[in-house]
């Protein structure tokens, strides 16, 4: 599955659930550690792994999850 927002990833997850999650930092809408948590507290995707990527060339501090 492919998603262009971090909203639309969450609606995609409605119809079939991913054995894996790569997901960008900075997706367009709310930001992929957004996203993240918004999995992990939801039962049905708590125990799908997340690789994240990001193209940013600067030090980044993800907030706490």
């Given at each position: 599955m492919e998603a262009q927002s971090g909203e639309s990833a969450l609606e995609s997850?409605?119809?079939?659930?991913?054995?894996?999650?790569?997901?960008?930092?900075e997706t367009p809408g709310i930001s992929?550690?957004?996203v993240v948590k918004r999995?992990?507290?939801?039962?049905?995707?708590?125990?799908?792994?997340?690789?994240?990527?990001?193209?940013?060339?600067?030090?980044l501090s993800a907030p706490a999850l």
């Open positions: 997850m409605n119809a079939e659930l991913p054995d894996l999650i790569l997901l960008d930092v992929g550690f957004e999995l992990k507290v939801d039962g049905r995707t708590r125990s799908i792994p997340v690789i994240m990527v990001t193209g940013l060339g600067d030090q």
